[in-house]
């Protein structure tokens, strides 16, 4: 017996072996496509073994520039979507990343035997082939088939319907057939793509620098947020997920990197909503002998370039209301947003033990642990948020719920921060940056002992950024955007899900 024999009789057993072992409750559609594939492999045409594709054209390049590509040839790669089979002929819709065209295949210009193992494709195949590009009779542009290869069967039958509600759950579980059989979801991430670019574009053009700092750390600091625990075996010590990128950066101010920027990963252990996911995507930057002024500068008008930039324009439609970008955006201070949504004019009330009275009368927990400053952004969360269509800067944030801010000198019970809202939603978060180290060690004293007291989200002491803070800090300002929550606004998306690519989701 020949070698060539000796082979093919062993590609004949082995494909034998894989069909006995297949599943006996699989689908009859899995339980075919298995069957095409052993006996293709059995015939020693085992697409698997096939390394690479010479891609020349994508379909939308070719749709695009029909004039300069008619006639001549092409080579692209991708899907079997449709298939239409009219005896010795036939057409296939291939789908790439550009979208869809259309082929026309014949048995006489591939072969009859090839044309042979062609009717056995199924839908979802992954093909490579050659032709010319030419218009049919009715006017679309399609290619002429001159080669067919197999690069990779389908065994998963593509859904014939991939919508309503019904099936978002699997969606998000299954992002790989989302993406084949949705080309608004492929849309929307490319998009994301596309809005991040012209954020990055923004800020490398004004001398921002793009740097990393560590996603595992010893403390979980830079915000108020419940962080995720880990454990490294070789240090034998504990450590966080980061919720905020924000200490770091900051060091590297003062050490001299005078504008920095990252945008990555943040994880916050708590729940979930349309708005929330425990790993999530955000961007802090640090300008030295910048303020809070610059910060609203840069929030407002990187905001607007994305979405002119990425969308032609800065008036955004967003599941049904209209959103106008355009700079410079209406300025609220949260004690005024207090006074018009709750009726309590906090100029009236000047006393810690004034303010409990009234957050008795409004329901608030713990109020009677509460200072005035505490009453006042309690009101504003609990009455005022879900009035904040925006876009509106909130100022003056009560210095109890802002540890690393600056005060505002005019009134040092408030700092010189603010948060920015679209669609109710906080989309940024900045500050003129506390650099008082004996300040800024004193409000890490007080968030660490709401810490021991039980308030899992409260800020732990840092000792290492107060050090960081006596070698010397320049005047800064910090900006922290939501990046997802961007994104939902401008691909009109409704629920953050639909922008990250795989969400995290509970087992099934």
Same mark, same amino acid.
């Given at each position: ?23 006996? /409750? ?5 339980? @075919? ?32 520039? %029909? ?32 979208? #869809? ?12 035997? $090839? ?68 080309? $608004? ?13 012209? @954020? ?27 962080? %995720? ?49 425990p790993e999530f995507t955000s961007m802090e930057l640090y300008q030295a002998y910048g303020d809070m002024e610059d910060m609203i500068d840069i929030t407002e008008n990187v905001i607007a370039t994305a979405a002119q930039n990425v969308l032609g324009t800065m008036v955004i439609e967003?599941?049904?209301?209209? %959103? /106008? ?5 209406? #300025? ?39 200072? #005035?400053?505490?009453? @006042? ?6 009455y005022c948020e879900d009035y904040l269509e925006g876009p509106v800067f909130i100022i003056g944030h009560p210095v109890e719920i802002s540890p690393l801010a600056k005060r505002d000198p005019d009134d040092p019970r408030i700092t010189r921060r603010f948060e920015a809202y679209i ?20 409000? %890490? ?17 840092? $000792? ?19 990046? /997802? ?24």
């Open positions: 017996m020949s070698e060539d024999s000796q082979t093919k009789m062993q590609t004949q057993t082995e494909a034998e072996d894989r069909s006995d072992e297949m599943e006996l /409750d699989l689908p009859e559609q899995r339980r @075919i496509r298995r069957e095409k594939l052993a006996k293709l492999q059995a015939d020693g045409r085992n697409p698997y073994i096939i390394e690479t594709w010479d891609v020349t054209d994508h379909s939308g390049d070719i749709k695009d520039n %029909f004039e300069e590509k008619e006639g001549k040839e092409v080579s692209i790669a991708g899907r079997i979507m449709a298939k239409r089979q009219m005896g010795k002929a036939s057409f296939i819709d291939i789908q790439d990343k550009q979208g #869809r065209i259309q082929v026309y295949v014949r048995q006489d210009a591939i072969g009859p035997e $090839e044309y042979e193992y062609f009717l056995t494709y199924d839908l979802g195949d992954q093909v490579g082939l050659t032709g010319e590009v030419f218009r049919t009779r009715h006017g679309e542009i399609s290619i002429k088939c001159h080669k067919l290869v197999l690069l990779a069967k389908s065994l998963h039958p593509l859904p014939d319907k991939w919508h309503g509600l019904k099936d978002m759950d699997m969606r998000y579980r299954q992002r790989y057939i989302d993406l084949i059989v949705n080309p $608004e979801v492929r849309n929307t991430f490319v998009m994301r793509t596309r809005i991040i670019k012209e @954020i990055k574009k923004y800020l490398e053009d004004r001398g921002f620098l793009e740097v990393d700092t560590p996603i595992l750390t010893t403390i979980a600091g830079g915000a108020n947020a419940r962080p %995720f625990n880990t454990y490294h075996n070789t240090l034998d010590i504990d450590l966080k997920l980061r919720i905020s990128n924000e200490l770091f950066l900051k060091r590297l101010i003062v050490g001299g990197l005078d504008r920095v920027y990252e945008m990555g990963k943040m994880f916050r252990n708590e729940g979930m909503d349309k708005n929330h996911n967003y599941q049904g209301k209209t %959103f /106008d970008l355009t700079p410079p955006w209406k #300025r609220l201070t949260m004690q005024d947003a207090v006074k018009e949504w709750v009726g309590v004019d906090f100029e009236e009330i000047q006393t810690d033990e004034e303010a409990r009275k009234i957050a008795k009368k409004h329901n608030l927990e713990d109020w009677q642990k509460m200072t #005035r400053g505490l009453v @006042i952004a309690e009101l504003f969360e609990e669609n109710t939603w906080e989309i940024a978060n900045a500050f003129s940056e506390l650099n008082d180290p004996i300040d800024q060690f004193n409000r %890490f004293k007080e968030q660490q002992e709401q810490l021991d007291e039980g308030d899992d989200e409260a800020h732990p002491m840092d $000792e290492d950024f107060v050090t960081a803070l006596e070698v010397g800090m320049p005047p800064t300002g910090g900006l922290g955007i939501g990046i /997802d929550r961007v994104i939902m606004l401008l691909t009109n998306s409704p629920s953050i899900r639909d922008i990250i690519l795989f969400p995290t989701m509970k087992p099934l």
